[in-house]
């Protein structure tokens, strides 16, 4: 694992990306650790912005240390970004439920991975394009739609639709011009569905959308709104 900072520290477990990362001198790799338990108490030490993890690794793998960061209070606001060769859905889906913000495969590009550092450092949730569909038609395939069940019930018209842009890989502004709202409109029903459905994150809003049938494989939606419960 690798620590590294974007106008703060960033560390990571993948080994060899210190001079990809800090090629455009404001990402800073401030350390690295050959396992998870290492890394993890490197993290404790430290405190950086975004861990670079690997999923597996000796001693502890990706998706425990992940499981562990985010777990400790003390560590609120580390963000961990996935970066591993495998893509299998399982992978993907178990770090994303340990809570990590991102994941990447081993062969994006350098200025992918270092524009991936800083949108997570930034607060935003990231899953690689090669993964995303995958993984989504997994969760899917192994869940029963169920708005209800997850608070759906309970939104607004326009607040399920932004959730419907976030389920298909909208961006903000993206969202902002199809509903014809200001980005900064967008932004603030962003965060109120991140509180009102109690999501970590942006990835966990996707999860959320898929699980709940909102959005389906290959980014259609289908159409519910609060109107049709």
């Not at 994150?201 to 519910?224: F, K, M, Q």
Request: hydrophobic share 45%.
């Amino acid at each position: 694992m690798r620590t590294f900072e974007t106008q703060g520290p960033l560390l990571s477990t993948c080994v060899g990306l210190r001079p990809l990362a800090e090629r455009d001198g404001d990402i800073t790799v401030i350390a690295e650790a050959a396992d998870g338990r290492a890394g993890l108490s490197f993290v404790r030490e430290l405190r950086p912005d975004v861990v670079l993890m690997d999923i597996r690794m000796p001693a502890m793998d990706g998706i425990e240390a992940t499981g562990a960061i985010v777990a400790d209070e003390a560590l609120n606001g580390v963000r961990v970004l996935m970066l591993t060769t495998f893509d299998e859905d399982e992978n993907v889906f178990a770090a994303i439920r340990a809570g990590a913000a991102g994941y990447l495969l081993k062969d994006v590009s350098p200025d992918d991975l270092r524009s991936a550092i800083r949108t997570v450092a930034a607060g935003d949730a990231l899953l690689s394009p090669s993964v995303t569909a995958a993984v989504m038609q997994a969760i899917a395939e192994g869940h029963s739609p169920d708005p209800d069940g997850h608070g759906l019930d309970e939104l607004t018209d326009r607040e399920v639709e932004v959730l419907s842009g976030i389920g298909r890989g909208l961006t903000n502004d993206e969202i902002a011009a199809e509903l014809f709202l200001s980005p900064a409109t967008a932004r603030t029903y962003v965060s109120r569905l991140l509180t009102r459905l109690d999501a970590r994150d942006r990835a966990a809003l996707i999860i959320l959308a898929y699980e709940t049938g909102l959005v389906r494989p290959g980014g259609t939606s289908r159409g519910w709104s609060p109107t049709q419960r």
